[in-house]
């Protein structure tokens, strides 16, 4: 008897403590970008640098186009550029519907129009691969794909309105920690968690200020207690923590602040202005596309003819759709306009009277730094920082994208990418600890096994009893 107990102890003893597969945390931190974090005081990005010590760090990251937050949901959860992935700015309109889209948050944005043909986001792709998924106010992780959707309790539903939503991310920590502990035994747990307040901060207060200065610290430190956190229950071994931005800010200039309006002699032409700042849809009626752009074109109030050097970026760059540049993979994305203005970074363009969403008493008009500009100008690019037993330790890479990450993610899960996507694997390959090749689609072998052996010491025990 006492032979039985041994043994059921062993093997009970042996199978609790081995984890089915890795583990999976990624906090994305809205508007960290890299220059933010070159220019961090030291004692702010403790964490962080822990953080790469221990694992590893990249140059920085290339958002997709636009610089905005949803486009770059989009290309993480699905490795797709824009044009692929059909989220084509925070704000759209469908001019045949009259739908608008307002980042998630505006009464018609959940209309199968927006959904339609979506990919196949991460969590679904793990979810259906048998991964336990846990999200917290992470895109639109909530919402239903085809026959699966993660229960997410609706205070965690991401909710760009909602200033204060993230405010109690450390709270969340020892769930997170018990939950791994308790659970990957049976299943590879993961963790897509979002951070607001660096993103808030930076739009609200401006560069430099105290808030975003308090708000980056605060980060750091959540980062530090949740690596302690990690470490003190061992939890390294099975978990890697990924910690990300979307994209950076730029602080507006007051000075370079141009209205539509001073450009358009007939206001009638323009139908909708769609986005604001940086980037902006404008869509006519087809036969007045020519004027509209050539008025942009010629405007005198942001592109001045005197003195003008040909060497200076000018203020507005007026495209017509068929001549955006092909490298930002945006122009053949949905919900297009006609005429696109793309301004200098820190130039904004707005409209007063115009019909325009978001509308001018959004208080995204009033921030004080912006995104959206093209994904090269250093002040929109994004961090990247991880570490767990995928990654190498203490090594530094050169710059990745963000489409990049969704295949290294999956990878991480053992699990294939569940379409075509725009990734490139030697930009990630070299970060990654060896055995990569091996990981492999995870069958559920494992926890078979642990069930065989259970079976088995139930016919022991009849056995002996
Ligand atoms: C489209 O919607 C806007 C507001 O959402 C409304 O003011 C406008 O009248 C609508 N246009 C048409 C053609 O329905
Ligand atoms: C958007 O949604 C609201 C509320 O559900 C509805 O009243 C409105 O008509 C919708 N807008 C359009 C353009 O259909
Ligand atoms: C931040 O600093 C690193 C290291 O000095 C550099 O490689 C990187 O290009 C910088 N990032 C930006 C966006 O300036
Ligand atoms: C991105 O991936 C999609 C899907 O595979 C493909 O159709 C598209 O051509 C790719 N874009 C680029 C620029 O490679």
């Not at 931190?29 to 403790?46: H, R, S």
């Not at 009626?285 to 060497?311: A, I, K, L, Q, R």
């Not at 203005?341 to 959004?362: A, C, F, M, N, W």
Request: a negative charge; hydrophobic letters at 35%.
């Amino acid at each position: 008897m006492n032979l039985v107990l041994i043994l059921l102890g062993l093997v009970l003893g042996s199978a609790a403590r081995d984890p089915i597969g890795q583990n999976l945390i990624v906090i994305l931190a809205d508007g960290y970008g890299a220059t933010l974090l070159n220019n961090t005081k030291p004692d702010a990005t403790f964490g962080i640098r822990h953080l790469a010590t221990n694992g590893v760090q990249v140059d920085y990251v290339t958002p997709s186009f636009p610089t905005h937050t949803w486009p770059q949901w989009m290309s993480l959860s699905t490795g797709l550029y824009t044009e692929n992935h059909g989220f084509t700015a925070d704000y759209m309109w469908d001019r045949k519907t009259n739908f608008t889209f307002e980042r998630g948050t505006g009464p018609n944005d959940t209309e199968d129009v927006w959904w339609d043909d979506a990919k196949a986001p991460l969590w679904y792709t793990a979810g259906k691969a048998g991964v336990d998924v846990h999200c917290y106010w992470f895109a639109h992780c909530h919402r239903a794909f085809y026959d699966m959707v993660v229960q997410v309790p609706e205070k965690r539903w991401a909710n760009l309105d909602d200033q204060h939503q993230t405010d109690n991310l450390r709270d969340i920590f020892p769930e997170i920690a018990n939950r791994i502990s308790k659970y990957q035994v049976y299943k590879q747990q993961m963790f897509l968690i979002r951070y607001a307040n660096i993103g808030n901060a930076q739009k609200e207060h401006g560069p430099e200020s105290d808030e975003v200065e308090q708000e980056v610290a605060r980060f750091d430190l959540y980062i530090n207690e949740l690596q302690q956190l990690l470490e003190d229950r061992g939890l390294f071994s099975s978990t890697n923590l990924v910690v990300m931005s979307d994209h950076g800010y730029t602080p507006l200039q007051k000075e370079e602040q141009f209205f539509m309006e001073q450009c358009l002699p007939d206001y009638s032409l323009v139908k909708k202005v769609v986005n604001s700042h940086s980037m902006i849809m404008v869509f006519t009626n087809p036969e007045d596309e020519g004027t509209v752009h050539y008025e942009f074109s010629v405007c005198e109030v942001w592109s001045p003819m005197g003195d003008y050097d040909e060497n200076d970026t000018p203020f507005v760059k007026t495209y017509r759709m068929s001549e955006l540049p092909d490298d930002l993979h945006w122009k053949n994305s949905r919900f297009m306009s006609g005429v696109v203005l793309i301004t200098k970074p820190g130039t904004s363009v707005v409209t007063k009277e115009l019909p325009t969403v978001p509308h001018s008493g959004d208080p995204t008009i009033d921030a004080k730094q912006a995104s959206g500009w093209e994904p090269y100008h250093d002040d929109m690019k994004g961090i990247f920082v991880a570490r767990g037993p995928a990654f190498r330790e203490n090594e530094r890479f050169g710059p990745i994208e963000i489409v990049d990450v969704y295949q290294m993610l999956l990878n991480i899960l053992s699990i294939e990418p569940a379409h075509p996507h725009n990734g490139t694997w030697t930009n990630v390959e070299n970060m990654l600890s060896e055995g990569w090749e091996n990981r492999g689609p995870v069958d559920s072998s494992a926890f078979r096994s642990s069930g065989t052996l259970l079976c088995s010491i139930f016919v022991l025990l009849h056995f002996f009893f």
